[in-house]
């Protein structure tokens, strides 16, 4: 493995069988993707981009090819070990934000911190400094209810944060959000990309949102069909200092 990759896949496949029906969601996918790199993944439904995020995020195992993570040999680990490298390396971030309705924002932000097989020594100051980086200190003790939908994912991201993770993925971060905070959304990706070095890949349809990572790869049948860089991304703070529409929330 490189040692500017933190990510390499070599002729990845995934088969699914439903009833007697074979769909074969990867084929033959090699890819390699750097540490410190912003990548949107693109393609319709059904053109396996989900199906490579669930195996870069070990929730998945293909079946059959090569999966490095951060050097280590993924595709052969059993549940516990996928957990494990899962807990200690990966953040996710979902489009419906997933948090737990009763729980306010600190304790959801906290919740990881339950899994960790590393004892943290305050988890409610780590879960603040997770939030404050979001800019949402001032929320903690709100509920989901009480917050906006861009306020939400602030928190979803700040749950990814709080184990340090080396990568976050991100499926549909800004799908249920209105132009204005989808903007905002990505502008917290990229500061994390940017000052804390964390490999950031999103999946989305919005082909406005994937002009802010520095490199889209488009999916379509199961295969990479384009891999390119974005030769001047789109910076989303300097977006966020054009005076907003009437009636946006943010």
């Known amino acids: 493995m490189s040692e500017g990759n933190i990510i390499e896949v070599e002729h990845l496949s995934r088969t699914f069988s439903i009833g007697e029906l074979t769909v074969q969601a990867l084929r033959d996918v090699s890819l390699e993707i750097a540490r410190g790199d912003f990548v ?10 989900s199906t490579l995020m669930n195996i870069l995020g070990c929730l998945d195992k293909p079946s059959s090819g090569i999966y490095r993570l951060d ?23 979902f489009q419906q934000f997933n948090l737990l309705a009763r729980t306010s924002a600190i304790e959801n932000v906290e919740l990881p911190l339950l899994y ?21 200190a001032e929320r903690a003790d709100h509920h989901p209810n009480q917050l906006s939908g861009g306020q939400q994912q602030r928190v979803a991201i700040a749950r990814a944060l709080v184990n340090n993770p080396q990568i976050i993925l991100a499926d ?3 799908g249920a959000l209105d132009s204005r905070t989808s903007i905002e959304i990505m502008a917290i990706f990229q500061r994390l990309n940017k000052e804390q070095g964390i490999t950031t890949l999103i999946v989305t349809h919005e082909p406005d949102i994937a002009l802010y990572a520095n490199r889209n790869i488009f999916f379509r049948d199961g295969k990479i069909v384009r891999d390119e860089k974005v030769p001047a991304p789109k910076q989303a703070d300097h977006e966020l ?6 009636g946006s929330v943010i």
């Open 71 to 93: 050097g280590i040999g993924v595709e052969e680990m059993d549940r516990d070990q996928l957990a494990e490298i899962r807990n200690r390396k990966i953040g996710f971030v």
């Open 116 to 136: 960790t097989n590393d004892p943290v020594a305050d988890p409610r100051a780590r879960a603040m400094q997770a939030l404050a980086s979001v800019g949402l």
């Open 241 to 246: 200092k054009q005076p907003a529409a009437v």
């Open 40 to 49: 949107a993944i693109m393609g319709p439904s059904g053109s396996g981009k």
């Open 172 to 174: 549909e971060p800004t």
